[in-house]
């Protein structure tokens, strides 16, 4: 049997496996391919899904479906799977493993998707593992970035609100140390700055960074302006929360303040954070990015199923 392939995190990207998996999500962004690969055809997807979400979940199922696969899974397994009862991770991953040939994971725990890989006989997708790490979203993110500037390397991104505990956040930083020329400007209240092991990981990988709580530096100089929500249910207090709310909203007269030809990506949902009134500007890339995330969900379907 070969290895599985499971997506696990976003360290484990090089750049020649992210630039295939974008042809992949390129390619398939065209419909007439859908439903019509028979690899698929009776092949099943579980989504065990013990946190919210609604693009994540839903744009995998779509795009199992679009593959012409079949999907099972809950969405609300920690109160409607046997956890409630006690029963571990590891139990439920063996036995969804013998009903499934892919299962896609969101856990409210770090290192959950790592824990499932170890007990699984097929491949895990680690979407969203508690304050860890999204490497789907990020793969989604930089496949965007590449759509909306036509070129990732030498591009300047900040990312901004919940640096500590947005897991986005976290793959996106990885998985951009693949590119040369980077900048990052990470900009965040005091008390959710970027963890120290996200800036260990860009030291050595030699990407710049810099922190601030300066938005105008993040206006004036980012190709793109990733904006985050603060994660409020990660918070150890409401006290620590409203330290952070509120303080980085993108609305009309931020608009004016930013480059006409930057971009700006939020992975959803918002919660305030960017106004409604900023999605008719040309640069409001997040609706298009989520968008993406149905098609580069479908590369990693094939992707995983194939290396099976
Ligand atoms: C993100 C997540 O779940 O980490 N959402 C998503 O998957 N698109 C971001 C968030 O919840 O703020």
Excluded at 120 to 147: C, F, M, W
Excluded at 233 to 259: Q, T, W
Excluded at 281 to 306: H, S, T, W
């Amino acid at each position: 049997m070969t290895a599985l392939y499971h997506i696990l995190g976003a360290k484990q990207f090089n750049r020649t496996e992210l630039e295939e998996l974008f042809e992949s999500a390129s390619r398939l962004e065209n419909r007439e391919l859908w439903n019509t690969d028979p690899r698929f055809q009776g092949k099943i997807m579980t989504t065990l899904f013990f946190e919210a979400s609604t693009r994540t979940r839903l744009s995998f199922e779509s795009a199992m479906s679009r593959l012409g696969g079949k999907v099972i899974g809950t969405e609300n397994a920690a109160q409607f799977s046997s956890t409630i009862k006690g029963e571990t991770l590891e139990d439920t991953i063996r036995i969804v493993s013998g009903y499934s040939d892919l299962i896609v994971l969101r856990h409210t725990d770090i290192g959950a998707a790592e824990r499932a890989a170890k007990v699984a006989d097929v491949p895990i997708i680690n979407a969203g593992d508690g304050a860890g790490e999204h490497p789907t979203q990020a793969l989604l993110d930089l496949y965007s970035i590449r759509k909306e500037c036509g070129r990732i390397e030498g591009l300047t991104i900040a990312m901004i609100g919940d640096l500590a505990y947005g897991r986005t956040v976290h793959s996106l930083s990885y998985m951009l140390a693949n590119y040369p020329d980077i900048r990052l400007l990470f900009v965040s209240p005091e008390n959710v700055r970027i963890p120290s092991y996200v800036k260990h990981f860009l030291d050595e990988k030699g990407v710049s960074y810099r922190e601030t709580e300066d938005f105008d530096e993040a206006l004036q100089t980012a190709d793109v302006l990733y904006q985050t929500r603060i994660q409020k249910e990660r918070f150890p207090s409401v006290e620590e929360y409203r330290k952070a709310e509120g303080r980085y909203i993108i609305n009309r007269d931020i608009l004016g303040k930013m480059r006409q030809d930057a971009i700006i990506l939020h992975p959803l949902p918002r919660a305030g954070e960017i106004a409604v009134e900023v999605d008719d500007d040309p640069r409001a890339a997040y609706f298009r990015q989520a968008q993406n995330g149905l098609y580069i969900r479908m590369a990693l379907v094939e992707k995983c199923l194939a290396a099976k």
